[in-house]
């Protein structure tokens, strides 16, 4: 104990040393209110992906906890489409704060993935969070713009951070980034090819609850309504029999009958309002009792052990505090709505038919360059659960003639299962996370750690251990 002051002089100086290596001054966050002290910084701010247009996305970035100059650059994005990742993947999943009770402080997270990577987390596109557009016609959207604005930003950021250039670089998500990831990867493959100078170095690709190809991923829920009781044999038959989900496309097709509609509609009233379908086992939050809270400055109340459901208003309210986007430097146009999770209609209208595009010929295409692909599924998660993805997993590598080289098999965390992965052709995994939800690293943040690491290393999920005996 009697050398921490001189550890603690050493990080100023590295911090002093480091910020000569092509690092943003003006992007610093020197702190965020109500943040515990740390060791490592915080950059935040826009990049200008149309400076015509005026479009410019918001990110944030966090540097590794220990050894920063060491280690890899993970870059994050959460689905919707039209979903924040600042909001969900760096200040509610895998980022190094959570926001407090009464909403206007923060928390250590102390399964952050900075632990193992340096963390990159962007707005995208345009009309989500902070992210804007001066050009009314931008917020409509869809994939492929998305992923083309995402390339530039990517190469904008590597000139503000110009010690990354080198580095491995593993691009991850959950959800809709089972579409925004992909894509993104095979553009940026894309200017390698095409570049005589800078490339980048993609390592791998890990997406969690990932949506993939529609007409496996949809009825993929209603089979897990079943096998969970949560919803009647009769029923489950009924939406078998009676809905043609390999043309079920986004927005629901005309032609689907008004049995399987009717079958629908009964299952979803039957799992009910008080059910959270992105995790099953885990209590809903009241926003009203949320709000009075937050009024009265108390911890806000925590339904389930160990979680806390309400973390959704906590956040909204503390990143809608001025002092909060000041040290962000975020919201800087003065936008005339509030920022949330989750972009409303009228801030961005994505192209909803662009849920339908089958996205495994992306990965495969990946993987015949090489890229390692983790698909991993928190097993609680009834919206895009992994019934399905692991079935189209499985597909994928019979489209690769890719043998098994690890059989289906419980993994292990701490001596207990922290799920259960198989392996093929050395190149594609897929790997459960045991209790998780479609939010793997808020629901078990210990798990999720120990596989995000095992995949940033290079290494299989650890199945063998020596279990007690009684």
């Not at 930003?153 to 250039?165: A, C, I, P, Q």
Request: glycine content about 8%.
């Amino acid at each position: 104990m009697g050398l921490s002051w001189f550890c603690g002089w050493l990080v100023v100086v590295g911090l002093v040393v480091r910020g000569a290596e092509g690092y943003p001054k003006e992007d610093l966050v020197t702190s965020l209110p109500g943040q515990p002290k740390v060791g490592f910084r915080q950059y935040a701010g826009y990049i200008d992906v149309d400076v015509k247009a005026g479009r410019s996305l918001f990110y944030y970035f966090v540097e590794a906890e220990v050894d920063p100059a060491h280690k890899p650059l993970t870059l994050w994005l959460n689905g919707g489409p039209g979903c924040s990742s600042v909001g969900g993947g760096a200040f509610t999943e895998l980022g190094p704060f959570y926001p407090r009770g009464d909403g206007r402080a923060l928390v250590r997270n102390p399964k952050s993935w900075n632990k193992a990577s340096n963390l990159l987390f962007i707005e995208s596109p345009a009309g989500v969070g902070w992210s804007y557009s001066n050009t009314s016609s931008d917020y409509t959207t869809g994939d492929a713009k998305t992923a083309s604005d995402m390339r530039i930003f990517m190469l904008e950021w590597y000139k503000k951070f110009s010690g990354f250039k080198s580095r491995d670089l593993f691009l991850t998500g959950e959800s809709y980034a089972g579409h925004y990831i992909p894509q993104l990867a095979v553009a940026l493959l894309e200017h390698n090819a095409k570049s005589t100078g800078f490339k980048f170095n993609i390592k791998g690709v890990a997406i969690g609850n990932p949506l993939l190809k529609l007409d496996r991923d949809a009825p993929a829920p209603f089979e897990f309504f079943w096998s969970h009781g949560m919803i009647s044999d009769e029923i489950s038959q009924t939406i078998i029999n009676e809905c043609d989900f390999e043309d079920y496309t986004f927005p629901i097709p005309h032609n689907v009958s008004d049995i399987c509609n009717e079958a629908i509609d009964k299952a979803n009233k039957i799992v009910g309002d008080y059910i959270n379908n992105y995790d099953v086992i885990l209590d809903v939050c009241y926003p009203s009792i949320v709000e009075q809270e937050l009024r009265l400055k108390k911890m806000a109340t925590k339904l389930s052990i160990g979680v806390d459901v309400c973390m959704r208003s906590e956040r909204s309210f503390y990143f809608n505090l001025p002092e909060v986007q000041q040290a962000l430097h975020a919201n800087r146009t003065n936008l005339p709505y509030g920022w949330s999770m989750c972009s409303r209609q009228s801030n961005l209208n994505y192209n909803r038919t662009d849920g339908n595009i089958d996205i495994l010929p992306l990965l495969k295409e990946l993987i015949q360059n090489k890229i390692p692909i983790w698909i991993f599924s928190g097993d609680q998660d009834s919206v895009v659960p992994l019934i399905g993805s692991r079935t189209l997993v499985r597909e994928l590598a019979h489209d690769l003639a890719f043998e098994v080289t690890v059989p289906y098999t419980a993994w292990l965390h701490n001596g207990q299962v922290g799920g259960w992965m198989t392996e093929y052709g050395n190149l594609l995994t897929f790997a459960t996370v045991r209790g998780a939800a479609h939010m793997v690293p808020f629901a078990q943040p210990a798990r999720a750690l120990h596989l995000f690491s095992d995949f940033v290393r290079g290494r299989r999920l650890p199945n063998t251990t020596k279990l007690p005996i009684d």
